[in-house]
Structures are given as C-alpha cells and as structure tokens.
C-alpha cells in the first residue's frame, strides 16, 4: 500500500522514470542503483549414482550488503498435495512428518545442527528439544526416496521442513546457512537509547556441499536411509564392526568430588565435597560385578583438578579428597584386571570456573558483540539467566590445540587407555573475535583434528555423539534415542540407533535420572532402539548434594539403585548381548505403542508399549513386554 501510494504521488508532480534514473546514477556514484546481487557459483555433480551439489561462498562480493542465510535447493524433491510419503529429519534420534499432514496450527520444523552455539546471547533458555546430531534430511514419496548428507558448511547449518497449504502446495525438506550472523545492540546517550543489528566481523568463507543419495522400492524408507548414511560413514572413515564379546556393556557414571558451600563463623566458604572416592568406586563396581555384570564401561566424572567443575585442564592434579594418585593407581590396576573400561571425564570446549591458568580476556571466545561468551546456569522455573552465579567460559577453539597437548603430555603418565570427553562430542561454539572470528564450521573442523589426536592411541567415550565425533569414538554417552515431539512431527524413529549399531556402542541419558525413571519402560525403549542402559550414581549420602547446585543429583545413591539396575541389565542383555555386533536391518511400527526390530542375522524384537496385550502374527505380546523371534544364521 506504501510503494502503491507514493508512485502515485510520483506521478502526480510529474515525477517520471527518466529523472529517478537521472538521481540514480547521481547519487550511487556513477552506478544505477539496485537490489541486493550476490553472485554464487554452484557446481552440480554426478558422482555414480549419487548427485552432490556445492556452492561456494570463498569470492562472494556483498556490494555493501549482508547476506545473511542462504537456502540451498529448497524444493528439490518436493512432494505435491497428491503424494503419500514423508519427510525424515533429523530431530533427536529422528523424525518423520507425513506429507500434506494438515498440521498447518503447528510450526514448521526449523532447527540449527548440533543444537545451541554457546556464543550467541540468549537471555532465557532456548525451548529447543533434543539437539539435531546428525547433519542429514530426506524425503519419501511413494516408493521413491532420497537422503542428503550435508559434507561441508554443516557447523553452521540448519534443516528446515514444511508441509504443503501453507506457503504453497508443496512439502519441502531443505538445509539453509547462517553465513553472517547478527546480534541486537543497544546503543545509549543523551537519555535516549536505539538498537541496532551488529553482524559478525566476517562471513563464511568455504564451501556448502551436499550429497544426495537415492533409493526405490522396499528400500525408499527412513532404514533405508539411515542404512545409507551407515555405508556412508563406514566407507569415509574406514569404520570397522565391533569386536564381538560376551556380554552388552553396561554404562554407569561415578561422580567424585563436588563444590558445596559450607559456613565458618557465619561466614560462606567454598569446600569440596567427596561425594565417589576411588576405592568407594572399587566397591561399587564390585558389588555390579557380582550381580553377573561381566562387561562395564565406567565414566568417571569430577576426579581431577578441583572436582566436576575442574580447572582448565593444562595439567592434571588428582584430587586428594578422593584417595590421590595411589588410590587412582588401584582403581586402574583393578578394572584391567576385571574387564572394566575405566573412562575418566574432562571438559576441554567448556571451561568450567576461572582459576589461575585461564584468563576469560586473553582465552575465552567472544560474542559478536565483543563481550567475553560466558555460561550461567538458568533459572528451572523461569528459565532466565542467573548471573549472579560464578559463569563456566567457551573456550576459544583456536587455543583448544594447546590445551589438549598439555592435557594428554600428563595423561599419558597415568597408564589409562581410554578417556571420556565430557564436551567435545557435545556443543559445538564459535568465536566471534574480531581481530581472530572463528565460525562453527571452522570450530568443528578443529575439533575433529583433536578427536583424531586423542583416538589415535586413547580409546574415546563422547557424550551426545555429534556426528564429527563419532568417527573417533568408542561408546557414545546420552545418545538421542528419541525425538523432540515437535507437534509438525507425527513419528519418532531410531535413525541414529540404525546408522550406528554394530559399529559404535552408544547408551541413552542416565535412566535414573530421566523425566521417565520407569525401568520397564526404558528397558522395552533400549530392546526397540539396540542402546544400552545407563546409570548416573555416587556413593556418599543423597543429603550430601542438598542445598547444592547439585540437588537434582538426589536421586543417584548408588544403593537405591543397583539391584534395580543389575536385574534390568542381566534382561536386556540376553536380548542384546547376542545382537551387538549386528547391523539393524529393519524398523517398523505395526500398530500403535508396538515396534519390531529386525536385525542382520535375522533376529526380531517385538516391543509393547500398550497395557494391553497384543498379537502378532499368531504370538501374544505381554502389556509392557517384548517378544523375540527369528532365526540366526
């Protein structure tokens, strides 16, 4: 209505097209004004039957403006109102939205890769659900389907996803990347106050590259995607099946030491409270091993430097309070005598408090508005950002090098084959530095170089299990064996569970310390999903973490606990123990609250969600029970 009016008036003094184009070229210095042209070259390639599409942003010149996002291919297989199918994203362990699925009262599904960058300023709590760990997207349409597989540019992407009647009468799936990346910045003087948009001090610069691969017929699903993206992976980084054993594993974390505030004379002082010492850790894992548990990976958290909240691991001081490098020693020498992997824990991406080593000014990332990228714990009830708390700092990628070298130059010393990276395999930051921006693409990029470092002659446990990691890892801890729910969403599937099984052992979130601490229930999700089970304890009193930032922590005393645990575990591994070196061939839901899995050698496992029993295929499954069946070859 605005452009409408004023052409009007245009006309009505007699303004005509001749003399704004005389004004043009007067006031845009010699050059015909116009919108905004970015020129991009983008490669199309066919590369057996695979097509790869790159576009380039190494050259791209903004004439003086920002280019801010870009799609790419946003309606390439797109689905009409008269297709059935669905899109696959990567939501959680995965997602699929069926096509034309009317939910137009819903959102549509847009979420950044390997969920929030701890450098952007966010004020409360981003409401996002469980991160998008896998940088993949697909489409189904009838007994065709294709998987992208997004190579280059995926630190800082997004997948985005729509159904039709919307914006238009399609359903699209599609990636889009922030290639320069803006924050609000209130500016203040003469009692009046403006916001502006300060962008990052330079765009991406590098390569936007994405592989998509085809499938027909039976193969045309979310398994036969996922059993792409295995091929994929396996044939890139030369992973090899794991080796064949006895039993599952079964995943527990220890905790060490914790800070508490304690009072002397009235007055607060910061103490360390031991909460798992070593030989306590002996005691459980002996207590486990006498239950039947012959196979035990043991995370251990808070052991070094100060506790969970640890210095900047430079050097490796083990903490006192817990028994010391002689009670570490009998720890080490009892689990390889055992079969236990022994996985001590350490944040190297997160610093976790300011001491004397670290400097925030000289070491942490910055935002793009230049202050220092600190992290404050936020509020449970109104999600708000406490920062009156002492912070943890993103630590600047481009010193991640040192930190790491030092680190291990002292880890070596210990005799321990294995380590668990607390954050590496997690989040995923930038550094907005000005005089030295480094954006997540490139973050990521150095993160891998280390993951290779470390794996090279250290076995690797990560924690969240973002797709760079997992070439690096062993065991992937609190693995997304769910989706988010989004309500654009209808079916959560198991498309990590099926890219990664038989190759890399993986456990979800701690099961007692879940929203859903049913063991029955988590036992029938970890038969439908292949994961293995997962506890978070310590061995002191629960009142030990009360009135502490460690109070969620009340339920993982160890002795609450165990029998629970031991009597699900010696369950689930007579289903998984005889299946971990196998492939997931097929997924499937026959009915509502009922899954079947079938693996390589043939094996189904039929889950029951429902309180009511049901039948398949001539066979009663239990409420809450599970059924197994087929032949192993």
């Known amino acids: 209505m605005g452009l409408t009016r004023t052409l009007e008036v245009f006309k009505e003094v007699g303004y005509t097209e001749e003399e704004m184009n005389i004004d043009r070229q007067t006031f845009a210095d010699g050059e015909i004004a116009s919108h905004a042209l970015f020129v991009l070259p983008i490669t199309y390639r066919l590369v057996g039957d695979q097509f790869v599409v790159q576009v380039s942003t190494e050259e791209v010149d903004t004439k003086g403006y920002y280019l801010q996002n870009l799609s790419v291919l946003p309606y390439f297989g797109a689905a009409g109102t008269n297709e059935d199918g669905y899109m696959f994203v990567p939501d ?52 065709q389907a294709y998987l992208a597989i997004i190579e280059d540019g995926d630190g800082i992407g997004r997948v985005e996803a729509d159904i039709s009647g919307r914006a238009n009468s399609y359903n699209s799936v599609y990636s889009s990347y922030a290639i320069n990346i803006s924050e609000p910045l209130t500016l203040s003087g003469n009692w009046t106050t403006q916001t502006v948009s300060k962008f990052q001090a330079e765009s991406y610069h590098g390569n936007l590259t994405i592989r998509y691969g085809f499938l027909n017929g039976e193969q045309a699903s979310y398994v036969g995607m996922a059993s792409l993206y295995r091929s994929y992976l396996a044939d890139k ?72 909240h640890h210095s900047i691991p430079t050097s490796i001081s083990v903490d006192g309070e817990l028994g010391g490098k002689k009670a570490l020693n009998k720890l080490i020498t009892y689990s390889n005598n055992n079969g236990v992997e022994l996985y001590p824990d350490a944040s190297f991406t997160n610093v976790l408090r300011e001491t004397w080593g670290f400097s925030p000014r000289k070491q942490a990332s910055r935002t793009i508005t230049n202050s220092i990228a600190s992290i404050y714990p936020y509020d449970l009830a109104g999600y708000f950002k406490q920062t009156w708390l002492d912070p943890a700092y993103v630590l600047s990628p481009l010193k991640l090098e040192g930190i790491v070298d030092d680190f291990y130059s002292d880890f070596k010393k210990l005799d321990l084959s294995a380590l668990s990276l607390n954050d590496m395999g997690n989040t995923l930051n930038s550094d907005y530095n000005p005089k030295h921006m480094v954006t997540r693409e490139g973050a990521k990029q150095i993160v891998q170089e280390q993951l290779a470092k470390l794996g090279a002659n250290t076995k690797l446990m990560v924690s969240g299990g973002n797709s760079y990691a997992i070439p690096y890892a062993d065991s992937v801890i609190n693995a997304p064996v769910s989706s988010s729910g989004y309500n654009i969403t209808d079916q959560s599937v198991p498309f990590y569970e099926i890219a990664l099984h038989g190759y890399v052992d993986y456990a979800g979130t701690a099961l007692n310390l879940g929203d859903d601490q049913d063991i029955r229930s988590n036992m029938l999700k970890a038969m439908e999903t292949g994961s293995n089970l997962n506890f978070k304890w ?96």
Request: aromatic share 12%; no cysteine.
């Open 92 to 143: 959680g362990s995965g997602s699929l939205i069926r096509l034309n699925n009317g939910k137009l009262d819903a959102a549509p599904y847009n979420e950044e890769l390997y969920g929030i960058d701890l450098t952007r300023e966010n004020k409360f709590k981003p409401l996002n659900g469980d991160p998008a760990r896998l940088p993949v997207f697909g489409m189904k349409k009838n007994d």
């Open 237 to 308: 980084y030369k992973l090899a099946k794991l080796e064949s054993k006895a039993q599952s594993p079964f995943f527990v974390e220890l905790i060490g030491g914790v800070p508490k505030q304690k009072f002397f004379l009235g007055i607060p002082y910061t103490s360390y409270e031991p909460l798992t010492t070593f030989e306590q850790a002996q005691e459980i894992l002996k207590e486990l091993k006498g239950g039947g548990l012959g196979s035990i990976k043991l995370r251990y958290t808070g052991w070094f430097n100060g506790g969970i």
């Open 538 to 633: 310590f061995y002191a009193k629960s009142s030990s973490v009360k009135e502490t930032e460690f109070d969620y922590l009340y339920s993982a005393q160890y002795k609450n606990w165990i029998n629970e645990a031991t009597a699900a575990y010696n369950e689930v591994d007579a289903v998984l123990g005889k299946v971990r070196t196998q492939t997931i061939k097929d997924h499937e839901m026959l009915e509502k609250g009922v899954y079947r899995t079938t693996y390589e050698d043939g094996t189904t496992v039929v889950v029951n969600y429902n309180d009511y029993a049901i039948n398949v295929e001539g066979d009663t499954v239990e409420p809450l029970g599970y059924l197994i069946g087929g032949e192993r070859k």
